[in-house]
């Protein structure tokens, strides 16, 4: 089956600064890359996703880009602000059929004022 | 619209003890899903639904059973609980299974002692 790594755990920025989160995925097969953020006790909510046909998506602050080549998409973050602090969750699926979902262990982004 | 809801919010079990958490939504989604929180984690699947009246293991099945009586609903049973079920639970639904956003419920605390 799938298998996601994702880097880093925990990443400390100041705020302005830029974050990268940068995720693995093992099946050669997915082409359905999601990425959710989740606030400290709240639910997981989907903020950017790619499709294998596409190598990068901007969606104002946040960006995703994917290399299939090397089996490796990351999340990038720009002027970041406290309320981007958060748990953010990369996933992999394929985009066909009865596709489930195999998520990354989860990055802790602390952005500091 | 409420979107996914789940019941009970918390709960605290004894070794052994059963019990049923319910998840509902209101967007006439097809497909659901459990998934299971643990610190350090990320969110592993434990049983889903294409349809009512069908469920499917996910990556972690064992100690729980499913049940999808009806479209909107779709039930995590622990028939014995251990202390190795505690955790969050979040319950998903999706419109379509490939490559579509899911949307998650609020989450189930529950500790077993």
């Known amino acids: 089956g799938e298998n996601v790594e994702q880097h880093p755990s925990t990443l400390s920025v100041q705020e302005g600064d830029s974050a990268v989160i940068k995720c693995t995925y093992s099946?050669?097969?997915?082409?359905?890359f999601p990425w959710y953020k989740q606030e400290l006790g709240k639910r997981p909510q989907l903020i950017i996703d790619?499709?294998?046909?596409?190598g990068e998506k901007k969606d104002q602050r946040i960006a995703v880009t994917l290399n299939k080549t090397a089996k490796h998409f990351s999340l990038h973050i720009t002027e970041t602000q406290p309320e981007d602090s958060a748990v953010y969750f990369c996933?992999?699926?394929?985009?066909?059929?009865?596709?489930?979902?195999?998520f990354g262990k989860g990055t802790m982004l602390l952005v500091s004022p | 619209n409420a979107g996914v809801t789940q019941t009970p919010k918390f709960r605290v079990l004894k070794t052994g003890q059963s019990m049923t958490l319910l998840c509902a939504q209101d967007?006439?989604?097809?497909?659901m899903y459990w998934y299971r929180q643990d610190p350090g984690m990320g969110l592993r699947l434990i049983h889903y639904?294409?349809?009512?009246?069908?469920?499917a293991k996910g990556e972690v099945p064992d100690g729980y059973n499913v049940s999808r009586l009806k479209k909107q609903n779709f039930l995590l049973g622990l028939e014995s609980a251990a202390p190795s079920q505690t955790s969050v639970y979040f319950c998903?639904?999706?419109?379509?299974?490939?490559?579509?956003?899911?949307?998650f419920g609020p989450g189930t605390r529950l500790t077993v002692t």
């Open positions: 998903a639904s999706s419109y379509r299974m490939d490559g579509y956003e899911q949307y």
């Open positions: 099946d050669s097969a997915s082409n359905y």
């Open positions: 790619i499709r294998s046909n596409v």
């Open positions: 996933a992999a699926s394929q985009n066909s059929g009865y596709s489930t979902l195999t």
């Open positions: 967007m006439n989604h097809e497909y």
């Open positions: 639904s294409v349809g009512e009246g069908t469920t």
